[in-house]
């Protein structure tokens, strides 16, 4: 990468961020707006494109914006203490774990409907009797 920079589009193929969503990161204040050339290109640097992939896996790990703003500042000051990094990714993991657990009651919902189910005739159908009477489920969340 020269020291000049790289345009946008080649910083989103750099970083696997798309177009739009490196704008809205500027918009969001995830990225601070880089420089523009003198026809209004904007022009990324290759601290631009580490962090633009920073942020990329921080939204595939499912972390919300602000988490990744308050991660990206801590890493932006790396005399600090992870404590805070920590404290934000066991918040995530425990966000996780009840997604986890709420997938896992679908799924039992889901076979219990399916096992039910008698190839016969719609006003037999477990499968319908199930999603029209959510108090047959045997989990209230899922």
Known sequence: M????????????RSGVKVPTIRYYEQVGLLPE????????RLYQKGDVRRLAFIRHARELGFD?????ALLELQDNPTQSCATADSIARARLVEVEQRIASLLALKTELERMVTGCEHGRVDECRVIEILADHGKCLHEHH
């Open 65 to 69: 914006v602000d988490s990744i703003r």
């Open 2 to 13: 020269s020291t000049a920079g790289v345009a946008i589009g080649e910083a989103a193929r």
């Open 34 to 41: 880089p420089p523009r050339t003198d026809g209004n290109r």
